[in-house]
């Protein structure tokens, strides 16, 4: 290709090389339009393409969210209800979803099939420009608001899938105090609105309004196309031109004004909490300030830099002065990098009002005359650089974002994915006051903090809710009569209920069977003994970074004591002081050493067991070939020497407990899904006992008792380190080491004699267990257990998942997500950010006779859920994840003649399988188990159920 010529209706204005990615940067502008398209061209055969609009919110009701939801629900080309989750069912995408920011909306798909890659930017482009939202009403009914009512008696409801997912996140802390960061921060444009939608502003959005904002914004002249990877180049220009962009003249493109810094102020906010929790030491403090421009990518960096040496870990200076002094139990930071005026924000973590001046204090003191000890500096660098030059999937739609974070603002958009440097330039400053005059920017610019004190309410849910109780009253009682709004969602329900017709589902395209990979994507693992130990050797990593993971048994560990060893491993192994390092020596020596540590605890199940289970402690690195000797002895240096001061310990476990609290609201399917799966397998109980109800619970009450327990639990550790680290329990991964850079590390570690490997925990025997938490929505999660296994069981989940569960728990139900999974374990399902969870509940019991009816219709095929469903099985993956499931596979006995038949079984499936399936899942519910998370409201409808609780 050739700068200045036309390749239709696209002319090619640059070619530049970005040697960071291996590839080139190609940049075109349409000429009738002037939208502008950029190619990165890399060998990456995962083909990536995504469509980006400016979106800039003019109110709270989250229009340009909604959007991103409803545009997806049909178009002119594709007619099917919603073409978006027929991608997912049916597509061999690696990536597929749409994202909303403050300032823009992403349409992102990928794939590695050259025709499903074709597929899929044919489908968005049709969604985004052409959406069936103008012809069909329902689509704004369904995933943004409405009035849900079906007798003129009754009181309506506000549902709708936008409303519910947004008042799950205005449950959540840290989303508040930022939205209101944003709103102090940039009053004058765009940024000061909740792009997302205020639950209770959502509802003042107008139809009109929501078509008269797609049809402004959702223009070429306002797009940024952006292709990655090994694309057919000319194709996809010629597709774009003659299909959308030759359509459109020029249009409106849109700049975000930008903000004054303005003068210091400080603004009070309100944060749930439950009403068993103590509102003492809950408040959140937060200090923001806007850094500057979008192009100082110098500074975002070096701000990160001095943040992470201040305040990130539990002894960096600052973040240790104030826990010392008892002000906050703990410290975070955080850079807003995608605004076209980047913020920073510190945040003390579980505090007073009445401490803001004197925290202020303890920062003037500790940055008044702090200097930056150079080899920190170049450690951080250093950590930086390995984490941005290790491949991390999805890769192109990474590489997309990052360059967006100029483009958008029309900055040079190699910026973004050409970083080296500014490394560089960064290594030059540490022997000036260049960071010093970075943290003086932000820490010492007191005049023009904006100050957000979130503040604990036991009852601002209840306010909430009868707020929002008191509109809907009020709005019935304007209305003549209730008829038009019954109406409405009798008309909304018809639809949602009413099938795809053949001709809508011949709209969309398709692949066959024929399009699928036969064969497994394999995973090379050669297993052989060293100074008897076992060793599993993976190929090298094309980068030239090696990884090593090292796994030591907890067979015989007693079921009790899991919680115990979870927390020494997850939060106390690099994360204290060594007897040779503070831990700020050590975290520095970590980000120049061992960029990639992690340690923590998991399992292996034998293939086709459920009654056992492998548990192990797992060291997890990735460094350079020349660091290996350095970052082998700094892992001994922390397995072995780490030192459990009681103050330090304490400070770890009281940001533990803060980090559940707030997972609970946030993720709460999540524990909800492995308390019920503690129910049916080994394993399951394993995760529940080391992440969670159980381990919350563990944890809450070893804070609680920290005093008088303190003595026994340290004597814990210490027996857990002379047993568990020993050469009869411990197994070596690696790839790109020789194994004899283990052998000083094998000798060294004790020779205490192990018992057996497979571990039979005894399963949890309530049927309906609940656990109330804050927060304006609800999680549910269900486990059940198979008397065999069929790998066409995972065939089964994927349909469940996107037909029927979709249809059922998140389209009419309103639950912002909802699935079921199955593996050699069992099945289970889902709901997350749920309204109604009784009724997601009793939907499960429908699924067997959902499946007898998919096969009675002559419509309806099976080939296309065995090609999504084989998608799902073969996700992106950088090298360190393609060893851990190397490991994986070896450690649960599953070798790939296993693997190779069970895809041949899903190749083979037939739709009249599902019969089979069906009464099997049908018997299987009669003996499930309920978990519930949820409000009080939805807690209190309950019958039947086993309260739990974190707390005593």
């Not at 009754?154 to 947004?166: A, C, I, Q, R, S």
Request: charged share 25%; net charge negative.
């Amino acid at each position: 290709m050739n700068i200045n010529e036309n390749y239709s209706g696209f002319t090619l204005n640059r070619i530049r090389e970005v040697p960071d990615l291996k590839g080139k940067l190609y940049e075109f502008t349409h000429h009738k339009t002037n939208a502008k398209l950029n190619w990165i061209q890399t060998a990456d055969t995962n083909k990536t393409f995504s469509i980006t609009f400016k979106t800039l919110p003019f109110d709270d009701t989250g229009v340009f969210h909604i959007l991103e939801h409803s545009v997806l629900n049909g178009s002119k080309k594709y007619r099917t209800r919603e073409p978006f989750v027929d991608l997912l069912k049916h597509s061999m995408q690696t990536f597929l979803n749409a994202m909303t920011y403050p300032d823009k909306t992403v349409y992102p798909v990928s794939s590695r099939n050259d025709k499903d890659f074709m597929n899929l930017m044919s489908v968005y482009m049709d969604a985004v420009f052409n959406p069936a939202i103008y012809e069909n009403k329902n689509i704004f009914l369904q995933e943004g608001w409405r009035y849900e009512i079906h007798d003129e008696k009754e009181v309506p409801k506000f549902n709708g899938v936008v409303l519910n997912e947004m008042k799950g996140v205005f449950s959540d802390v840290y989303s508040n105090i930022f939205d209101e960061m944003f709103r102090q921060l940039y009053p004058s444009n765009s940024y000061q609105y909740v792009s997302g939608g205020d639950p209770k502003a959502i509802p003042d959005l107008t139809y009109e309004k929501f078509l008269e904002t797609h049809k402004k914004f959702y223009h070429p002249s306002n797009a940024r196309v952006i292709l990655d990877g090994n694309v057919d180049i000319e194709a996809v220009l010629k597709f774009i031109d003659e299909e959308y962009f030759s359509h459109y003249e020029k249009g409106e493109s849109f700049t975000i004004e930008n903000q004054e810094v303005l003068p210091a102020r400080t603004s009070t906010i309100e944060i749930e909490i439950a009403p068993e929790d103590s509102p003492e030491n809950r408040s959140y403090i937060s200090f923001g300030k806007i850094l500057g421009h979008f192009y100082e990518l110098k500074k975002k960096i070096a701000m990160s830099i001095v943040h992470s040496i201040l305040v990130g870990t539990n002894e960096a200076p600052l973040k240790k002065a104030i826990l010392e002094s008892g002000l906050a139990q703990d410290v975070d930071y955080s850079l807003e990098t995608e605004l076209q005026q980047p913020f920073s924000i510190l945040m003390l973590v579980n505090t007073e009002e009445e401490h803001l001046e004197k925290i202020k204090e303890v920062i003037r003191f500790v940055t008044k005359d702090y200097h930056f000890d150079p080899k920190e500096l170049e450690a951080s660098i250093n950590g930086m650089e390995f984490h941005y030059r290790e491949k991390s999937e999805p890769a192109g739609l990474l590489n997309g974002l990052h360059s967006l974070e100029t483009w958008l603002y029309d900055g040079d958009p190699i910026d973004g994915i050409q970083l080296s440097s500014i490394f560089n330039e960064l290594r030059e400053e540490i022997s000036t006051s260049y960071f010093e005059e970075m943290m003086k920017e932000f820490y010492d610019d007191e005049e023009h903090w904006v100050t957000v004190i979130a503040k604990p309410s036991k009852t601002i849910a209840k306010r909430r809710d009868e707020a929002e109780q008191a509109r809907l009253l009020a709005d019935q009682a304007n209305w003549e009569n209730a008829r038009p709004y019954i109406e409405e969602q009798l008309t909304l329900e018809a639809w949602q209920t009413t099938p795809d017709t053949k001709e809508q589902l011949d709209t969309m395209p398709k692949l066959s069977l024929s399009d699928v990979q036969s064969k497994v994507i394999l995973f090379p693992t050669e297993e052989i003994s060293y100074r008897g130990t076992r060793v599993l050797i993976h190929p090298s990593d094309p980068s030239g970074i090696v990884h090593f993971n090292l796994y030591f048994s907890l067979a015989g560990l007693p079921k009790d004591r899991l919680s115990e060893v979870a927390f020494f491993a997850r939060q106390l192994l690099g994360n204290l002081a060594t007897e040779n390092y503070s831990l700020s020596a050590l975290t520095s020596e970590i980000k120049n050493v061992i960029p990639v540590l992690s340690t923590g605890v998991t399992c292996f199940t034998p293939y086709n067991r459920t009654d056992g289970t492998q548990p192990f402690l797992e060291v997890t690195a990735s460094t350079l070939e020349k660091n290996v000797d350095q970052a082998i002895a700094l892992v001994q240096e922390i397995l072995f020497k780490t030192k459990f001061e009681k103050e330090f310990v304490l400070n770890l476990l009281k940001q533990s407990n803060e980090s559940i609290r707030q997972s609970l609201v946030n993720s709460g399917h999540q524990y909800a899904l492995l308390r019920a799966k503690a129910h049916t397998s080994a394993e399951g109980v394993f995760n529940e006992y080391t992440r969670g109800i159980t381990y919350g619970a563990y944890l809450q009450s070893l804070e609680d008792h920290f005093e008088e327990d303190w003595e026994g639990f340290l004597e814990a550790i210490q027996n857990n380190i002379s047993v568990i680290f020993s050469q009869d329990r411990f197994i070596l991964s690696i790839a790109g080491i020789e194994k004899e850079k283990f052998e000083d590390f094998i000798f060294g570690l004790n020779t205490v004699k192990a018992n057996g490997t497979v571990v039979h925990y005894p399963l949890l025997q309530d049927e309906k267990e609940a656990l109330q938490i804050s927060g304006g929505v609800s999680y549910t999660g269900v486990a059940a257990k198979m008397e065999t296994y069929d790998p066409c069981f995972q065939v089964l989940a994927h349909l469940v998942t996107y037909d029927f569960l979709w249809t059922e728990v998140r389209v009419k139900n309103g639950a912002y997500g909802t699935g079921m999974r199955s593996n050699r374990l069992g099945f289970n399902t889902f709901s997350y950010r749920d309204p109604n969870p009784i009724v997601s509940l009793e939907v499960n019991q429908k699924i067997a006779d959902y499946l007898r009816d998919f096969v009675k219709k002559p419509e309806t095929e099976n080939d296309l859920n065995i090609i999504g469903t084989i998608a799902t099985m073969e996700p992106l993956m950088n090298y360190r994840s393609q060893v851990k499931t190397g490991d994986t596979l070896v450690l649960s006995s599953i070798d790939d003649h296993i693997r190779q038949a069970e895809r041949e079984r899903l190749l083979a499936m037939k739709k009249e399988d599902y019969l089979a399936l069906a009464d099997q899942v049908e018997e299987a519910l009669k003996h499930r188990f309920q978990v519930v998370i949820g409000n009080e409201e939805a807690v209190s409808k309950l019958d039947g159920y086993k309260k739990l609780s974190i707390k005593e």
